[in-house]
């Protein structure tokens, strides 16, 4: 029973290098999501999808690609690092219909040097 | 948008007393009100959640309280327990009419259980 699965777990970056932080969910959930948590920041939306094919900006999308070729995957692409983006990153899927839990992966630590 | 402010951001309790977390809301839109238990390391998780057409809900230790007039929600912890350190997050959801609706938190409050 994995839920929301985040790699990698953590990596250091230097400003400028390009990386993509992978998502996979196995609960059939339409919903994705992708947040950054800063401290005193609480936890700020990135990017967001309905359904395979289909995304959309949040609340902080700048610096950051996202696509959903699957409704299972849900990458994040980091497209030119920068110190800025330094943060822990959590993934995070849900239902469409009726549903109201938000599940979380386990986080990714990022550092950009 | 919908903003979420979240009081204290930290709190230090004795094992066995309660612990309280505050949080208000500004968007009169929001009608569901999810509190999250994120513990070191880990992904924050789904505790205890609220709708706006209830005035209060228990779990065990656990309570939340909403006060849709004043636009503010709680959390009660009572007879905490070691295991209940960790940092929690209030949220508040519009009502959903179709479509996705984003889901706005606080800022977080890291809560210690000094044994």
């Known amino acids: 029973n994995a839920g929301v699965t985040q790699t990698p777990k953590f990596q250091v970056l230097k400003t400028g290098q390009s990386m993509t932080l992978q998502c996979a969910q196995d609960?059939?959930?339409?919903?994705m999501s992708w947040y950054r948590q800063d401290p005193g920041m609480g936890l700020r939306l990135i990017h967001y999808?309905?359904?395979?094919?289909?995304?959309d900006q949040g609340e902080v999308p700048n610096g950051y690609n996202v696509s959903r070729s699957t409704t299972e995957d849900f990458p994040l692409r980091l497209l030119s690092a920068a110190p800025s983006q330094t943060s822990v990153y959590f993934c995070?899927?849900?239902?469409?219909?009726?549903?109201?839990?938000?599940?979380f992966g386990e986080g990714s630590w990022l550092t950009v040097v | 948008g919908e903003n979420v402010e979240q009081h204290p951001s930290t709190l230090s309790v004795q094992e066995g007393d309660s612990a309280v977390i505050k949080c208000t809301y500004s968007?009169?839109?929001?009608?569901?009100f999810p509190w999250y238990k994120q513990e070191l390391g880990k992904g924050p998780q789904l505790i205890i959640d609220?709708?706006?057409?209830?005035g209060e809900k228990k779990d065990q230790r656990i309570a939340v309280t909403l006060n849709k007039t004043a636009k503010h929600f709680s959390l009660h912890i009572t007879e905490t327990q070691p295991e209940d350190s960790a940092v929690y997050f209030c949220?508040?959801?519009?009502?959903?009419?179709?479509?996705?609706?984003?889901?706005?938190f606080g800022t977080g409050t890291k809560l210690q259980v000094i044994p």
């Open positions: 968007d009169s839109a929001s009608n569901y």
């Open positions: 949220a508040a959801r519009p009502a959903i009419s179709g479509g996705y609706q984003k889901v706005t």
């Open positions: 609220i709708r706006s057409n209830v």
């Open positions: 995070a899927s849900s239902y469409r219909d009726g549903g109201n839990t938000i599940y």
């Open positions: 609960m059939n959930h339409e919903y």
């Open positions: 999808s309905v359904g395979a094919g289909i995304t």
